[in-house]
């Protein structure tokens, strides 16, 4: 591996490399040391893009820096277009597979339906045909439409999913839960005839192959003529098996386009993971959907570009309209591109509102709960995060959140609590709290930059020390409670620290309720965006408690030790010894004179004061006992 200084002169090097190409479009093509190309990219102008991944790496993502690490050399295509480079760069891409961009694996692979053989057949999703005596529908293209096909005629129909043999296993074990939710005959326990077991078979196949429409036309034709010929329990059965079909009809209805062909796409960025998510609707309904999930982050317009044209660039069908969750860099070439693939028009839309949508943030859902399920966290939390993550504009979902307010009264026993969130939950051994010690009087400002910097010098000398734990940990987001005074306060003083994490604030509205997220010099509203609302409220509230908790404590034992400190000879010293050693000032009032002599840190004339503070002068009490009654 190349030590850091020859890696700092390769890079000086490939930057005057870049410098000198022309500002003309056409693609770039970054090579290892081995000569296997790591990246391939398009540029509207070759010499101001390719140079800037040879600069200052501060700007750059995660991904992107590790790519520029491993680059030894790179070549180059001019092009007449920024479109005919587009073009050039999903065709060098499908055909060399870097490693270093977005990849989609080129499913050929088809789906069948395997309808088993013999008595008591069963239906099976499977990959490839066999020469096996079974029956074989198909081929599909989606394997997931024919898993949902299968999984729904065998609710409908109540036909068993199980590995049992029949008959050999009547009679063997209990039957599994789905005979109790009614979602399986259970053939198992030897009470239905092979008769009609077969029956409901062939329906559910009949359903499969003509789709819910046809097999109601179908079983409704029969139950009359099953009620005609006076068959009432056949025609029950069949009833039962059409209103399964119609509930099933109407569920697939919430998930359904006015658009009779479209794609939907989504993404969710996570800290070191992307997820993409795609709704492929025909005729209207939902048909087939895909998801992907790539390492590393970069801003969204710029993934959904480069996801669209490798998911396009590898698949022959193309919709006319694909539905995006937000903008997307190079549109209009885009549009172009695929247009002359599918060789009539394609439009790319953004909905901001309407049933457009709310299909793209459904869609932004499931991409998070594929965030969700690779880090471990809930699914709401990663959506949460991921809006959260856009409405500030940051380059990665902030998985470490640490979050400040100040709590005093009237500028009285001046403190401030640290809240911190992990993966949208809070992390309470990670909390802190700060006394204010060098502000006086009521400054929030003042007080909130003591503890950032307190906060961060501990962070370095962590740092020194190699630990990256507590506060040895940067945070992904900085979130203050209160306004744009207070971000322009505290902003000043982490740029003088070198501390590059974004900052904002938290703007309450007279109801003490949270209203927007500040920066410096404006704000940003937040109800929009449900889940990240509900997600700032709660770290709002969270830190809010936990400072105002920690200043009623204080202000308590400052009350405690005041009642102390006001006898004559017992300092701040002897009261905290007492408080220590009795728990509770009660305690200290019903102690008698031996026990507060032998408390910690007390001598016999300070323990008879604090014995006379509560119970009066032992001379008036030697008094009043020596004088006994008269017999």
């Known amino acids: 591996m190349d030590s850091i200084e020859e890696r700092a002169e390769k890079k000086k090097e490939l930057r005057k490399k870049a410098m000198q190409l022309p500002l003309s479009p056409g693609v770039y093509i970054m090579h290892d040391k081995t000569g296997e190309i790591i990246y391939i990219g398009k540029a509207k102008a070759l010499k101001n893009r390719v140079s800037q991944y040879f600069g200052s790496d501060r700007n750059h993502e995660e991904k992107v820096r590790r790519m520029v690490q491993n680059v030894d050399w790179f070549e180059y295509i001019v092009t007449d277009s920024e479109f005919e480079a587009l073009v050039l760069e999903s065709s060098l891409i499908k055909q060399n597979q870097p490693k270093y961009n977005i990849l989609l694996k080129d499913d050929k692979g088809y789906s ?260 969700a399920q690779h880090t471990g966290t809930a699914g709401r939390d990663a959506s949460a995060l991921d809006e959260l993550r856009r409405l500030l504009g940051l380059e990665k979902a902030p998985a470490y959140i640490e979050s400040y307010d100040i709590s005093n009264l009237q500028g009285g026993e001046n403190v401030a609590g640290m809240v911190v969130f992990e993966n949208g939950r809070p992390l309470k051994s990670a909390y802190r709290k700060f006394k204010i010690k060098t502000v006086e009087g009521q400054d929030d400002y003042g007080s909130m930059r003591e503890v950032i910097r307190r906060r961060f010098e501990e962070y370095k000398a962590h740092q020194q020390e190699g630990d990256g734990t507590g506060f040895g940990r940067l945070p992904d987001l900085i979130l203050l409670d209160g306004g744009k005074g207070h971000v322009a306060a505290v902003q000043p003083l982490l740029d003088e620290m070198g501390i590059a994490v974004p900052l904002f604030g938290m703007v309450k509205d007279d109801k003490h309720r949270t209203r927007a997220i500040a920066l410096t010099g404006g704000e940003i509203a937040i109800s929009s965006t449900r889940r990240a609302f509900t997600l700032v409220s709660s770290i709002q509230d969270e830190v809010h408690r936990f400072a105002i908790g920690y200043h009623r404590q204080q202000r308590k034992k400052a009350a405690i030790s005041s009642t102390l400190t006001s006898i004559e000879g017992i300092g701040q010293t002897r009261a905290k010894a007492l408080l220590k050693h009795f728990k509770t000032v009660a305690n200290v009032a019903g102690a008698d004179l031996r026990e507060l002599e032998t408390a910690p840190g007390m001598t016999k004339p300070a323990a008879r004061r604090v014995f006379e503070f509560f119970h009066g002068s032992l001379e008036a009490e030697g008094e009043t006992g020596a004088q006994s009654p008269e017999n």
Not at 198 to 216: P, R, Y
Not at 271 to 294: C, I, N, P, Q
Request: charged residues 30%; neutral net charge; contains cysteine.
């Open 112 to 371: 069948y339906i395997r309808v088993s053989g013999g008595s008591w057949p069963r239906i099976t999703e499977v990959k490839k045909m066999e020469d096996d005596g079974a029956k074989y529908i198909g081929p599909y293209l989606s394997s997931w439409s024919i898993k949902q096909t299968i999984d729904s005629a065998r609710k409908i129909f109540r036909l068993p999913d199980c590995n049992k043999k029949f008959p050999q296993d009547f009679g063997k074990g209990r039957p599994c839960l789905n005979y109790y939710i009614k979602q399986c005959c259970a053939p198992c326990r030897g009470r239905m005839g092979e008769e009609e077991y077969n029956e409901a078979f062939q329906q559910a196949l009949d359903f499969i192959k003509g789709g819910s429409s046809t097999s109601v036309r179908a079983l409704t034709a029969k139950m009359e003529e099953a009620a005609g010929n006076m068959e009432f329990e056949l025609a029950a059965r069949l009833r039962d098996r059409i209103s399964a079909i119609n509930k099933m009809k109407e569920r697939q209805k919430v998930v359904a386009s006015r658009v009779e062909e479209q794609d939907v796409f989504a993404l969710a960025q996570g800290e070191t993971h992307t997820a993409f998510e795609v709704f492929r609707f025909t005729g209207g309904k939902l048909s087939d959907r895909e998801s992907f999930l790539t390492e590393g982050c970069q801003p969204d317009p710029e993934a959904r570009s480069e996801f669209l044209r490798q998911y396009y660039g590898i698949r022959d069908r193309i919709p006319p309209v694909i539905a995006l969750d937000g903008e997307i860099e190079d549109r209009e070439l885009l549009e172009r591109w695929l247009s002359e693939k599918r060789g009539r028009a394609v439009h790319i839309t953004v909905p901001q509102r309407g049933e457009q949508h709310q299909l793209v943030q459904m869609c932004h859902t499931n991409a998070a709960e594929s965030i």
